[in-house]
C-alpha cells in the first residue's frame, strides 16, 4: 500500500532555533498534503493545507510566518518550525492524498515528536 | 462547519468481548465519515469509510460502523475483540459537495480501547 515516510520520528531543539520535518510519499505522487498538531489527549488539528507548487493554505490561528510549509515536488512537503518555543512541543503529522483526484485516500506519516527546550 | 465528538477517552475491554466506541457529529452540510486506528507509535491507518450508500459499512478486521442520520452518529463496533485490537481510535468528518470530495477531515478526541486477557 501506499507509504508516507516522515522525519524525524523524535526531535529535540534549543529554544528559538528551527527545526525542519520532513514528508514524503514513497510510491505516490501526492498533489496535497496535510500538516495536523495533535496535542496530548486532544484531537488533531490540521495547520494547513499544501499543493505542490503553490502556497500553502493555513487554518485559522496559525502562524504562516512561524511553520512554513514548503511543496516543492509531487514527493515532498516539509513543515520548519522556526524561533521554536516550548509552546511549540507536540506531534506533528503530516497526510498526503494522491493525484486520482479528490477522492484519493489520505495517507498518514507515523509524525514527529517535538520537544523545545 | 464540522465538529466530532467523541465521549470516551479511554475504553477498557477484556479480550473477546464486544466493544462499542461512540463517534457524534454536527454538520450543516452531507458529511463523509472516517473511522481511523492508530497503534503505538504509528501513524493513522483508515480503518473503515461511510460515503453513501449501505448506511453499515464494515472492515476486513471485523469492525462495522453504521451511519445513523438522525442520531447525526457513525459508532464503531467489533462483537469480539483481540489483544491486537489495543489502540487508539478517531472518528473523523469532511463535509462538502460531491464533486469537491474529500476536503479537510475534522477529527475527534480519541478513543483510546486497551483490550486486556
Known amino acids: 500500500g501506499a507509504v508516507v515516510s516522515q522525519h524525524p520520528s523524535r526531535v529535540i531543539c534549543k529554544s528559538g532555533t528551527s527545526v525542519k520535518i520532513e514528508c514524503r510519499s514513497l510510491?505516490?505522487?501526492?498533489?496535497?498534503m496535510f500538516w495536523y498538531r495533535q496535542f496530548p489527549k486532544k484531537s488533531l488539528m490540521l495547520m494547513a493545507t499544501?499543493?505542490?507548487?503553490?502556497?500553502?493554505?493555513?487554518e485559522q490561528g496559525v502562524e504562516k510566518d512561524k511553520f512554513l510549509i514548503n511543496h516543492a515536488s509531487l514527493t515532498l512537503s516539509t513543515l520548519t518550525v522556526t524561533s521554536a518555543h516550548p509552546e511549540d512541543s507536540s506531534f506533528y503529522i503530516c497526510?498526503?492524498?494522491?493525484?486520482?483526484?479528490?477522492?484519493?485516500?489520505?495517507?498518514f506519516g507515523n509524525g514527529t515528536r517535538l520537544t523545545v527546550t | 462547519a464540522q465538529s466530532v465528538t467523541q465521549l470516551d477517552s479511554q475504553v477498557p475491554v477484556f479480550e473477546e468481548a464486544p466493544v462499542e466506541l461512540r463517534c457524534n457529529y454536527s454538520?450543516?452540510?452531507?458529511?463523509?465519515l472516517f473511522w481511523y486506528v492508530q497503534y503505538p507509535n504509528q501513524g493513522l491507518q483508515l480503518l473503515l469509510k461511510y460515503l453513501s450508500g449501505s448506511t453499515l459499512v464494515e472492515s476486513i478486521n471485523g469492525f462495522e460502523a453504521e451511519f445513523n442520520k438522525s442520531q447525526t452518529s457513525f459508532h464503531l463496533r467489533k462483537p469480539s475483540v483481540h489483544i491486537s485490537d489495543t489502540a487508539e481510535y478517531f472518528c473523523a468528518v469532511s463535509g462538502g459537495r460531491m464533486n469537491t470530495g474529500f476536503q479537510k477531515l475534522v477529527f475527534g478526541t480519541g478513543t483510546r480501547l486497551l483490550v486486556s486477557p
Open positions: 510510491d505516490f505522487q501526492a498533489t496535497t
Open positions: 454538520s450543516s452540510v452531507s458529511v463523509y
Open positions: 497526510s498526503a492524498r494522491g493525484s486520482g483526484g479528490a477522492f484519493s485516500p489520505l495517507h
Open positions: 499544501s499543493n505542490e507548487g503553490s502556497k500553502a493554505t493555513y
